[in-house]
Structure formats: structure tokens, C-alpha cells
């Protein structure tokens, strides 16, 4: 069974592939590497309307007190 999972790479993709890890499996050790030389290339940066779906939905997060209810 795998226990422990290397992400390489600490831009948007991985650290949702991080959170999506340890929600649905919190059991696993997981580690994100990222260059301490490289800064925000922009791949991946942009987002969909479904992020929120995705932030709240999937990855479980509450919205902020202040949105509920709009």
C-alpha cells in the first residue's frame, strides 16, 4: 500500500494535488518540492468558474462566514 507520495513541483497543480490528497486520504505522507530558484512561471495560473466548486466541494473547505446565504 503506498504511504508516502512526492509532488514535484509547488505551483497550482501541486498544491492542489496535495490538498486533494490528504483530504480524501489522510493517511498518506505527502511532500511538495518546489525550486527555491524558479518563481511563478504562469502555467497553470488561470482558473475556471469551477474553482470554487473544486475549493468548497472536493477539497472541503468552508466558503467565508460573510458569503454564505449570496
Same mark, same amino acid.
Given at each position: 500500500m503506498i504511504q508516502?507520495?512526492? %509532488?514535484?513541483?509547488?505551483?497550482t497543480a501541486g498544491f492542489f494535488m496535495a490538498?486533494?490528497?490528504k483530504t480524501h486520504h489522510p493517511c498518506l505522507r505527502v511532500r @511538495? @518540492?518546489?525550486s527555491p530558484t524558479l518563481g511563478i512561471i504562469g502555467v497553470g495560473e488561470g482558473s475556471t468558474t469551477d474553482?470554487?466548486?473544486? %475549493?468548497?466541494?472536493?477539497?472541503?473547505?468552508p466558503p467565508p462566514a460573510n458569503s454564505i446565504g449570496r
Open positions: 508516502d507520495v512526492l %509532488i514535484l513541483g509547488g505551483g490538498a486533494s490528497l @511538495v @518540492v518546489r474553482l470554487p466548486r473544486f %475549493i468548497h466541494g472536493f477539497l472541503r473547505v
